[in-house]
């Protein structure tokens, strides 16, 4: 499991919007509107814990959904080489 | 429904507007000569207030926009700025200001930070100071767009460099690109100019030859490649010319459905571009922007597919691409409802491939070209 911790990049905002009934990314002169599952993730994400501790947190949220680990780090990954977040 | 006599099945839904750009002002120490800003723009000196302008931005977050661009003009010269700003915070927006740097400093870019603004955009003219400032039209740019962007970096924002190019710098491509480098920008916005506002006017002595294009680009991919290679995070981003496209822009990704633009003196419009068109747009002073947004006939011209000639009408692609850009039609072929002439089905796209040829050609130099600033702008509007 790992023990790197997921931080959102200087300049990126993460919230939710009512009109758009998803959870936002925001940039510079951008925006990504989330699906839930990158939504619950990213709302984990606080530059303070780790993937592992985010992972724990998500299984216990959602009980139904199985082992989370290998969609989570997927997920953090593709965020990383999208250069929305930091993994150290 | 049963029963039910809806006759707007054929509509399109119209969500809100995501997108807030509000032009603080026209005023600006620059006098770019590819200035999006209308070509009589000194006629519009009245501004709206603070509470206007505040008025619109809680209007505008409550109807969904969640990006909002401070530009003009020069923003800076709008004493209220540092009040907007807290306003746009608080009001939940990602707040960006596009600048010129001019009238920036260290005090200033902090200030701003810790009321809660996102991004500064510095915009660039070129890579060295006598080009960048022989088309600002100003003396001391430079030396102040350095200092400004190094102060960007230490308050830590994302850096946004902006260059527009054209053919004066168009060849700086690698040069820009290093220069950014060593600023530690986080985005390089290389946007070759589009010909609008001053642009049109001085088209021809901006516009890139096909040649040009082709080896700024090769240039660009290959310092993208070096970087990515490099592991760099600096992202490249490079707009190419509508001129050179066979297929139109989907151009605000749709006519009033995404964007909103508040100009200095409260025209609401569809995009920065539209006060060109003659249309009628509202302004806020007089209207709600909700209804402004989903009732006024000017936000309303263009929505959906209905008001489309030929060739965009039977067109399989109209979807995708909405017939391209109203204002580019417009100047072009006289007429805004016509297909946009950069598609190479539309009648008028002849207009397109003379003006790649003129490119080619083309020999005026800096000192030919029309500058934005007021006295050029009577001009346009001086009986």
Not at chain 2, 147 to 155: G, H, L, P, S
Not at chain 2, 256 to 278: I, M, Q, W
Request: glycine fraction near 6%.
């Amino acid at each position: 499991m790992s023990v790197q911790v997921p931080r959102l990049r200087p300049g990126f905002r993460f919230q939710w919007e009512p009109a758009q009934n998803a959870h936002v990314l925001l940039y510079p002169e951008g925006m990504v509107r989330l699906n839930d599952s990158a939504g619950a993730i990213l709302a984990e994400v606080d530059g303070q814990r780790t993937v592992e501790a985010i992972v724990a947190t998500l299984e216990q949220r959602f009980p139904d959904a199985g082992p989370l680990a290998d969609d989570v780090m997927h997920f953090l990954q593709d965020a990383e080489q999208q250069h929305w977040i930091t993994l150290s | 429904m049963t029963g039910s006599t809806d006759t707007s099945a054929q509509a399109p839904e119209i969500g809100p507007p995501l997108w807030l750009l509000a032009e603080l002002t026209y005023r600006c120490p620059l006098q770019c000569p590819y200035c999006s800003n209308p070509l009589d723009y000194a006629q519009n000196e009245q501004e709206l207030s603070t509470e206007q302008w505040v008025s619109v931005l809680r209007q505008g977050r409550e109807m969904g926009a969640a990006q909002l661009g401070f530009s003009g003009g020069e923003p800076l010269v709008r004493q209220d700025l540092p009040d907007l700003i807290a306003e746009a915070r608080q009001l939940g927006y990602y707040s960006n200001l596009i600048t010129s740097g001019l009238g920036l400093n260290e005090h200033k870019v902090r200030a701003f930070r810790d009321a809660g603004l996102d991004h500064i955009q510095v915009s660039f003219q070129a890579s060295d100071p006598e080009l960048n400032n022989a088309v600002a039209g100003s003396r001391k740019a430079f030396e102040q767009k350095l200092a400004m962007a190094r102060a960007v970096k230490e308050a830590g924002y994302p850096m946004v460099l902006n260059f527009v190019i054209h053919r004066h710098n168009i060849h700086q491509m690698t040069d820009i690109i290093d220069l950014c480098e060593r600023l530690g920008a986080d985005y390089v916005e290389l946007a070759t100019c589009q010909y609008y506002g001053w642009a049109f006017k001085n088209r021809e002595g901006l516009m890139p030859s096909k040649a040009q294009l082709v080896k700024a680009e090769a240039e660009v991919n290959q310092r993208r490649q070096q970087l990515a290679d490099a592991g760099s995070a600096m992202k490249l981003i490079f707009v190419t010319p509508d001129y050179y496209e066979e297929r139109p822009k989907a151009c605000m990704n749709g006519w009033g459905s995404l964007f909103l633009t508040v100009a200095p003196d409260g025209t609401a419009l569809p995009c920065h571009s539209a006060r060109l068109l003659p249309i009628e747009f509202p302004n806020v002073r007089e209207q709600s922007l909700q209804s402004i947004w989903y009732d006024s006939p000017g936000f309303n011209h263009y929505r959906g597919d209905s008001w489309m000639p030929e060739p965009c009408r039977s067109c399989d692609e109209k979807g995708k691409d909405f017939g391209g850009c109203r204002c580019q039609a417009y100047l072009l072929t006289g007429n805004a409802d016509n297909a946009d002439p950069v598609c190479s089905k539309s009648p008028s796209h002849d207009r397109i491939l003379a003006a790649r040829r003129a490119a080619d050609h083309a020999t005026a130099g800096l000192e030919d070209l029309s500058y934005r600033n007021p006295a050029n702008s009577r001009l346009f509007f001086r009986s």
